[in-house]
Nanobody
């Protein structure tokens, strides 16, 4: 099992940056697949990006070049660096882990992009 706790959401102006964190309750490099998803009001949850235990990353097309996933083994934490944020990036962002064939989710953190 793994527990995931997100932090770092908030209000940011268009064009600004924000970094989200996801603290895991176990060795983060032992987790087969980690990722970020988001859900805007009235919309389905969508993938932002993922990273495998082998460090292969994958991003949704609309996030490529703006969002970057990284991991810190010393802190067992995954990050999502978001740059050049747009109003359409407004959503609740969720940390995700796939471990032993089971999905795990964090509680979510709100990101609002508005002037």
């Amino acid at each position: 099992q793994v527990q995931l706790v997100e932090a770092g959401g908030g209000l940011v102006q268009p064009g600004g940056s924000l970094r989200l964190s996801c603290a895991a309750s176990r060795n983060i490099f032992s987790i087969f697949l980690l990722g970020w998803f988001r859900q805007a009001p009235g919309k389905e949850r969508e993938m932002v990006g993922t990273v495998t235990s082998g460090a292969t990353t994958n991003y949704a097309d609309s996030m490529k070049g703006r969002f970057t996933i990284s991991r810190d083994g010393a802190k067992n934490t995954m990050y999502l660096q978001m740059n050049n944020l747009k109003p359409e990036d407004t959503a609740v962002y969720y940390c995700y882990a796939s471990l032993d064939g089971r999905p795990y989710w964090g509680q979510g953190t709100q990101v609002t992009v508005s002037s």
